[in-house]
């Protein structure tokens, strides 16, 4: 089974700079999980996408609300998955969550993602 755990989150003022790490483990994590994402849920709010990268290729995905303020990547060798957000705001204030999906074609709905990680709080102070 694969295991997905987030690191990085914290307190920060707006406009300052959080990069969020997820680190994946697992026998089959460099051959199945071919679209990795990031998601975030705020206190009385549904889970929502926000970046998702493919692990084979470069190809980059965002939520219109965090489109040139926040870039995704990744390190194959580390088997790691990134966030680096800039230009935060308070309404960024939610847990963070790296997720797997199991095919190579873009989704940014969270029930298409196999696997999660346990999540990390980010707080945005104004």
């Known amino acids: 089974q694969v295991q997905l755990v987030e690191s990085g989150g914290g307190l920060v003022q707006a406009g300052g700079s959080l990069r969020l790490s997820c680190a994946a483990s697992?026998?089959?994590?460099?051959?199945?999980?071919?679209?990795l994402g990031w998601f975030r849920q705020a206190p009385g709010k549904e889970r929502e996408f926000v970046a998702a990268?493919?692990?084979?290729?470069?190809?980059?995905y965002y939520a219109d609300s965090v489109k040139g303020r926040f870039t995704i990547s990744k390190d194959h060798a580390k088997n790691s998955l990134y966030l680096q957000m800039n230009t935060l705001k308070p309404e960024d204030t939610a847990v963070y969550y790296c997720?797997?999906?199991?095919?190579?074609?873009?989704?940014?709905?969270?029930?298409?993602?196999?696997?999660w990680g346990q999540g990390t709080q980010v707080t945005v102070s104004s």
């Open positions: 990268i493919t692990w084979s290729a470069d190809s980059t």
């Open positions: 697992g026998p089959i994590f460099s051959f199945s999980w071919l679209l």
């Open positions: 997720a797997a999906r199991r095919t190579g074609d873009y989704s940014g709905r969270s029930y298409d993602y196999a696997d």
